[in-house]
């Protein structure tokens, strides 16, 4: 089941000897954090397993919003967005950026408080959101079908196309001196007297100081070969995307039983607003602690499934030899089987809603293993037992619009500048610190 087409990245055929920085992993956050760093100076190799922006940072909606984020990612969202304004001119490419805002559906009187009362975390920000009465929102939609209390509508919110975001970051760092390096798997990290001293890749040794993990669904098994804590587990999103089809929103829209996108070609990107599955898989059972009160908060909308992902990933190695091939070179990309009932059942909900959805074919589906952490928000942090290691991931579904950002704050990490924003919510070590884990938002 081939995923998206993505816009093509050529990894340089030379590996370099020396750099300051390697950052593993070539989805949203890793070119983000290598362009920031490159264009701060420094010696930048990337390094993808696969192709840039194969897995999950080329199958998400392309959401980029502010609306019904986290409380905790709220700031560093607000940084996201100021730098998504600039970046076709920065990277000097179309990422298919595009203020059309974003709309949230209350169809209790519930929702229709709770996303009334998360309004207020954008106080101080200069960042439009209001309610929409249900009468407002018929008025708007006028062919809409829905019966709603109202709705949270974040005009200023955007969208971009995931095919093309990475792929033109990482061409701009490439452009600012970067090494773009794919089908390059990074096996492991050399040290010395403790610290990073270089780490060892399919195609040789680069001597580095730094190293950043922006490893996606792949970070967990990478950072327990160093004895990291790390929890955080695979999810499944499936996803369709239509031919291109006149008359229907403007706006990114999230209901119950749908989510979808306006696509820069026409057509639109149609999700389920609230179904995912989890495989059952060794890891569930090595992380269910830290997950337990994730479960406990989102269990009606997790679809737990048995089945043979867990003897796939029972099969593959924790440890190995620098010298010998890792399991990242026996598993280029990603790219899981969709739900079929699940999309077809969001396009169903969708099609009752909006009518004009009913002429929509289906062009594509695809499905996208997010990278889930118990509280749903990220990694962002150094490794105080190995100096010079960083992870940048575990965002949780909501990595694609807040990667730019991301990349911002992960590259003020790594050289010491005054952070973009706090980054304590995002440190490693809120899992072994004794810190209670909250999942705070359920959006």
């Not at 203020?99 to 559906?105: K, L, Q, S």
């Not at 995912?276 to 009160?293: E, Q, T």
């Not at 440190?427 to 909250?438: A, P």
């Amino acid at each position: 089941m081939p995923g998206p087409y993505v816009v093509p990245v050529h990894g340089d055929a030379d590996l370099p000897k020396e750099v300051d920085v390697v950052v593993i992993g070539g989805g949203i956050i890793g070119t983000s954090t290598a362009l920031e760093l490159s264009e701060r100076g420094l010696r930048v190799a990337l390094c993808e397993k696969g192709g840039i922006a194969q897995e999950q940072s080329s199958r998400n909606w392309g959401w980029v919003r502010i609306a019904c984020r986290d409380p905790r990612e709220v700031p560093l969202m607000a940084a996201s967005l100021r730098i998504w304004d600039t970046l076709d001119e920065r990277t000097g490419r179309d990422t298919g950026f595009k203020r059309a805002g974003i709309i949230f559906t209350s169809s209790t009187e519930r929702e229709f408080a709770d996303h009334s009362s998360w309004i207020r975390n954008l106080d101080g920000y200069d960042i439009e959101a209001r309610m929409l009465t249900g009468a407002e929102f018929r008025e708007m939609y006028p062919g809409t079908t829905m019966n709603l209390k109202g709705a949270l509508y974040t005009p200023t919110d955007a969208r971009a196309e995931p095919q093309k975001a990475a792929p033109a970051i990482a061409e701009a760092a490439r452009a600012n001196g970067a090494a773009i390096l794919t089908e390059c798997a990074v096996r492991g990290i050399e040290t010395a007297a403790g610290a990073v001293s270089g780490v060892v890749t399919e195609r040789g040794a680069i001597a580095c100081k730094a190293v950043v993990l922006a490893g996606g669904a792949w970070s967990s098994l990478f950072a327990g070969t160093l004895g990291i804590h790390l929890p955080q587990l695979k999810v499944l999103n499936s996803v369709l995307r239509t031919t291109p089809l006149d008359g229907a929103p403007e706006q990114t829209m999230w209901a119950s039983g749908f989510a979808f996108r306006k696509r820069q070609d026409g057509g639109y990107t149609v999700a389920s607003g609230h179904e995912n599955i989890v495989d059952i898989v060794p890891k569930s059972f090595r992380f269910a602690f830290d997950f337990l009160p994730a479960l406990k908060m989102q269990w009606r909308s997790l679809k737990f499934r048995a089945g043979w992902r867990f003897f796939d990933e029972a099969r593959i190695a924790s440890r190995w030899a620098l010298d010998e091939p890792s399991p990242f070179e026996y598993c280029r990309v990603l790219d899981p089987v969709p739900s079929r009932k699940m999309s077809d059942n969001a396009l169903s909900s969708l099609r009752r809603a909006f009518p004009v959805f009913e002429r929509a074919q289906v062009a594509q589906r695809w499905g996208g293993l997010m990278d889930v952490t118990p509280d749903a928000i990220p990694v962002i942090s150094a490794v105080d037992r190995i100096p010079g290691f960083h992870i940048a991931t575990g965002f949780s579904g909501h990595g694609f619009g807040i990667g730019p950002g991301a990349g911002r704050l992960m590259a003020d990490i790594v050289t010491g500048a005054t952070p973009v924003v706090d980054p304590r919510d995002f440190r490693l070590s809120r899992f072994t610190d004794g810190s209670k884990i909250e999942l705070i938002s359920g959006f």
